[in-house]
Nanobody
Framework: QVQLVESGGGLVQPGGSLRLSCAASGSIFSINDMGWYRQAPGKQRELVATITSGGSTNYEDSVKGRFTISRDNAKKTVYLQMNSLKPEDTAVYYC????????????????WGQGTQVTVSS
């Protein structure tokens, strides 16, 4: 079994910061890309940031310069440092990882975390 478990969400005032973490566990052979997505009420899930196994990153335009994605391959963990938060960043944030597991014959599959709520409000 493979699991992605997120942590670090919460309530923060505009201009504040939060750091999200997502740890992968289970029968994992290797992890390719990891990323963060978010879904606000009444909206579709959207990409926030991704990072390859080699450390190359990609960001959605509205978070560039404010959010930083990073990963610790040894810990099978991806992070999202969010600074200068705005009310429009309010959403459920989901972790995603493309990984290979012996349980699925080493076929690359995408897995999702359960989501963590981020609320930016005064």
């Amino acid at each position: 079994q493979v699991q992605l478990v997120e942590s670090g969400g919460g309530l923060v005032q505009p201009g504040g910061s939060l750091r999200l973490s997502c740890a992968a566990s289970g029968s994992i052979f290797s992890i390719n890309d990891m990323g963060w997505y978010r879904q606000a009420p009444g909206k579709q899930r959207e990409l926030v940031a991704t990072i390859t196994s080699g450390g190359s990153t990609n960001y959605e335009d509205s978070v560039k310069g404010r959010f930083t994605i990073s990963r610790d391959n040894a810990k099978k963990t991806v992070y999202l440092q969010m600074n200068s938060l705005k009310p429009e960043d309010t959403a459920v944030y989901y972790c995603n990882a493309e990984l290979l597991s012996i349980l699925t014959g080493l076929v690359p599959l995408h897995y999702w975390g359960q989501g963590t709520q981020v609320t930016v409000s005064s």
